[in-house]
């Protein structure tokens, strides 16, 4: 049938795991639902509860030095290294879906050196900027205008803090005569803000209390030796806070501005605050830990903590009046909230505070991934570091529990993890990592258990491939019924050392290695992907000496080997079960003896596991094939009209999807700015999961049946416009025609219908165009209507046989509308202006008046030479020589 669109592979991207932090400054709104962070050059405004995107500002070109949200969440404030600050006003979207909305206020150029350091007031109207060189500066947000400028010694701001200082009448410890003196001093002047301050602490350890309303400095307070990181004000202590690197933090009284209390701490502390109305002070340093002291003693009150990773070193919190929680920052661009209701019920020491959420600023770069559970609803991710992320794939989970939310990590391993494996459950996970151990974990999230099973030692170098068995148990089995209570029997790895080990699971965790039950020298280098067959007999290795062994999985023998790749094998997969016979180029191959292959030579290869031959190429990576994925096979209904599909990840930044059968490329997905290293299938809705090194993962949605669906009905509901334009056309129903010919972008049949209007004979008396219906339908088009016409007006110009129609439905256009609409016309979308459009009419309608002109002047010739012609007695009867007379009134002007 004409309206049958032909079958076409498509996928879309459906959701998207992004970073959302990548290092720098990290603010939060006063109700601790807007989070702001930095991207690089760019601000992300996220929603803390349920992690989706509010905003994304785009940067101007530098990164970003530091920012600030107010706390009503109505301007956020962006300084850059390109000495540049810019206020936006922040205001929720109008539509539906749940964003912010932007606009830029002001770019202003607060100091000669980029600003590394702001405040913002309770009030959310003014704004304190530090730089490196020493001065601060307060500005109103509103206006843009500075209102204080405070000069000290040239060196860097380090930390700021707006406090006010509570009423005079409200410090208790004061006699009655001092209150009533106090209170006549008082009366002497009652400006409100008499006691806004501003504490500013520098790289020379020193803090300074600025007055905002003497417009100087109350008082310099020196007592650290390194640089200030945090500051903090408790009205209900009338206390100020000091931390510094300098492992210590300091109690002030704010009536006297003495030191109240020392304390050393012991590490260098990046983050301190008040909480619980200033009963309490947290820390938290390079030890990655959150300690809680109180403040009237400065005892600790959190029982010891081991010292973590370099990577989990705090450099930054947040602690807000009114939020259960400190919002604490790590070097790994990991953001964690502690909750601090522990504190409410406090008898004696508390372990640390318990963690209400983990957010992953970043997953770094991607090296593996695959589905957990056995409805797939986790992802567990290997990141270029020393534990595994698992995140959550719920749909409709609960605000902690959103789609991407991070739900547990799995950490024992030393070094690096590079590759992973999952059992046909969905609840055993092996991974393996360059500290030359794999480990096998048990997921259990049902009881919020994620625990290492066991750990497999005796590799000499790092591991680089690992795999689990893949074979269903039978229903009626133990294993199938309870699998978390039945780990798999053995896990296969590979490694840099060449060798491949077996390892026997034990039924129980024994605390112990345990040991191989084989061990063969496999290839000449690196080994770098092992996968199962699914019935169990085989394995498949993949090295970087260009070649792939078929082992049986009991002895541990070499089955066949599979040479042809011109450079090192990156991946190796066996085909799934119930796969269809493929055809190759020497051949039908059975399905189940089919093996799959990416290499470094940019290709993929797929091999008969009957003779251990190449039966197919696919050629189109432009970089190395890293990864490589079998799709669902299609259902037997399926099979006439859809073939085996296979996907591959390259070093491209590509993930490609191609058809088995005819080594097409089906459909090439882009969504990556860096290698994909990873890839995994779903195998009920054949979604795709592929994973990055720019820190993305990307989950493709199978759209071939819905595209199919789409192409068919627009092909019908095209051939049924077809016919309805014809039927109007026919029928001389012009409104109709020319609105449908306008929409379909028919200017053949246009140009047709307006060429029958124009040269109609006799026109009609009155029309422009020739026929009145006409005229009625070109004065009454909408802006897009009249847009499209001009173009194909332009187009039909530069044609010598189509200008007069051109000029005529012009002219009609011209008349019919005043110049103020045609000039304004609302064309959005089009890609074309009107000033463009002018051009080319002014141009060929010239180009067409000259050739009009020419043809005059022709006729004067002709003119002349016929009436010398006619003096000479050259035309007699009408013939001259042979020659016809020509009739002068055929030269039409």
């Known amino acids: 049938m004409a309206n049958k669109a032909p079958y076409q592979t498509t996928f879309e991207p459906e959701y998207t795991i992004q970073p959302i932090y990548t290092g720098g400054s990290v603010a939060l709104d006063q109700s601790g639902r ?170 020379d350890g020193k803090v300074r209390i600025w007055d905002l309303y003497k417009r100087n400095c109350a008082s310099v307070l020196d007592s650290h030796v390194s640089d200030v990181t945090s500051l903090d004000y408790s009205a209900e202590e009338n206390a100020l806070l000091t931390a510094s690197r300098d492992k210590t933090i300091m109690w002030w009284d704010a009536r006297t501005w003495k030191v109240r209390k020392v304390v050393p701490v012991l590490e260098e502390v990046e983050a ?85 959420r983990r957010i992953s600023g970043t997953h770094d770069e991607i090296i593996d991934l695959g589905y957990l559970l056995p409805d797939r609803s986790l992802l567990a991710l290997a990141t270029n570091s020393e534990e595994i992320r698992i995140v ?68 000499a170098e790092s591991l680089g491939a690992i795999a689990l068995p893949h074979q269903k148990p039978s229903e009626s089995s133990a294993g199938f019924k309870s699998p978390l209570e039945h780990p798999p029997e053995y896990i296969l790895t590979g490694s840099q050392d060449r060798t491949i080990k077996r390892w026997v699971v034990p039924t129980q965790p024994t605390g112990k290695s345990p040991r191989a039950a084989y061990t063969r020298k496999a290839h000449d280098k690196d080994i770098n992907a092992i996968d199962v067959s699914h019935n169990g007999q085989l394995f498949a290795s993949a090295s970087q000496d260009r070649t792939v062994k078929i082992w049986s999985l009991e002895e541990g023998e070499v089955q066949g080997v599979l040479r042809g790749h011109r450079r090192g094998v990156w991946s190796v997969k066996f085909a799934p079960k119930d796969t269809p016979s493929i055809t190759g180029d020497s051949g039908p191959a059975a399905g189940k003896g089919v093996v799959l292959t990416g290499s470094g030579d940019k290709t993929i290869k797929l091999w008969s596991l009957s003779d251990f031959s190449c039966i197919r190429t696919f050629e189109g990576h432009s970089n190395s094939v890293l990864k490589v994925a079998w799709l669902d096979p299609p259902k037997p209904d399926e099979r006439n009209k859809r073939h085996v599909q296979i996907a591959s990840a390259g070093g491209d930044g590509l993930v490609k999807v191609w058809d088995a059968n005819t080594g ?39 759209t071939t049946s819905s595209t199919q669906a789409a192409t068919t009905a627009a092909a019908t509901q095209f051939v049924e416009q077809e016919q309805e334009l014809q039927n109007y056309i026919h029928s001389r129903s012009y409104r109709e025609a020319i609105t449908l010919a306008l929409q379909l972008n028919h200017p053949a049949r246009l140009l047709s219908l307006f060429t029958s209007v124009v040269t109609v004979n006799p026109p009609e008396p009155g029309s422009l165009s020739g ?66 459009i002018c051009g080319g009419l002014r141009a ?50």
């Open 392 to 459: 959550s794939l719920s749909q409709d989970g609960d605000d902690s529990d959103y789609f991407g939310a991070d739900v547990a990590q799995l950490k024992g391993h030393e070094d690096i993890i590079i590759c992973l494996d999952i059992d046909w459950s969905g609840h055993w996970i092996a991974t393996g990592a360059k500290d030359n151990t794999a480990r096998l974990w048990r997921i259990d999230p049902a009881n919020s258990t994620f625990t290492c099973y066991a750990t497999f030692t005796g590799h």
């Open 34 to 203: 807007i989070l702001a962070t930095t991207l690089g050059e760019d601000a992300l405004l996220t929603d803390l509860n349920t992690g989706r995107q509010l905003a994304k500002i785009e940067g101007d070109g530098e990164l970003i030095s530091t920012l600030i949200l107010t706390p009503s969440a109505s301007h956020l404030t962006i300084c850059s290294r390109s000495l540049s600050m810019r206020i936006y006003s922040l205001k929720p979207s109008l539509s539906s879906s749940p964003s912010i909305s932007f606009d830029l206020l002001r770019t202003l150029k607060p100091h000669t050196t980029p600003v590394v350091v702001l405040a913002v007031d309770q009030t959310s109207t003014l704004l304190a900027t530090g730089a490196a060189d020493g001065v601060v500066k307060v500005w109103d947000i509103l206006g843009g205008y500075v209102t204080h400028t405070f000069r000290g010694p040239n060196v860097l701001i380090s930390a700021l803090h707006f406090f006010e200082l509570v009423s005079k009448n409200d410090v208790s410890g004061i006699s009655s005569r001092n209150q009533k003196r106090r209170k006549s001093n008082d009366e002497e002047g009652n400006e409100a803000g008499r006691g806004f301050r501003l504490a500013s602490g520098c790289q």
């Open 272 to 356: 301190a605050g008040f909480v619980k109305s200033g009963r309490f002070t947290y820390t938290g340093g390079v030890q990655g830990n959150i300690r809680v002291w109180q403040t009237e003693d400065g005892r600790e009150i959190t029982e010891p903590q081991t010292t973590k990773g370099e990577a989990d070193a705090i450099v930054d919190s947040i602690s807000l009046p009114g939020l259960p929680y400190i919002l604490s920052i790590q070097a790994d661009h990991t953001i964690i909230l502690h909750s601090i209701n522990p504190l409410d019920q406090l008898q004696g020491t508390i372990s640390a505070l318990p963690q209400i």
């Open 664 to 702: 097409e490329d089906a459909c090439t997905l882009d969504n990556h700015e860096d290698r994909v290293w990873a890839l995994a299938v779903h195998p009920v809705t054949n979604m795709i999961v592929s994973g990055s090194g720019d820190s993305t993962v990307t989950f493709w949605k199978d």
């Open 771 to 836: 026929v009145k219906a006409v005229d009625e339908v070109l004065t009454s088009l909408s802006d897009q209507q009249i847009f499209a016409l001009l173009l194909r007006i332009r187009d039909w110009n530069t044609n010598n046989r189509t200008a007069p129609v051109a000029q005529r439905i012009l002219s009609v256009l011209v008349k019919s509308y005043p110049a103020a609409r045609l000039a304004n016309l609302k064309v959005g979308g089009r890609g074309k202006s009107l000033d463009e």
């Open 844 to 893: 060929y309608s010239d180009r067409q008046y000259k050739r009009i002109e020419d043809l005059i002047d022709e006729s004067y010739l002709m003119d002349y030479t016929l009436g010398a012609m006619d003096g000479l007695g050259l035309i007699e009867n009408g013939v001259t020589n042979g020659h016809l007379d020509v009739d002068q009134d055929m030269i039409m002007v």
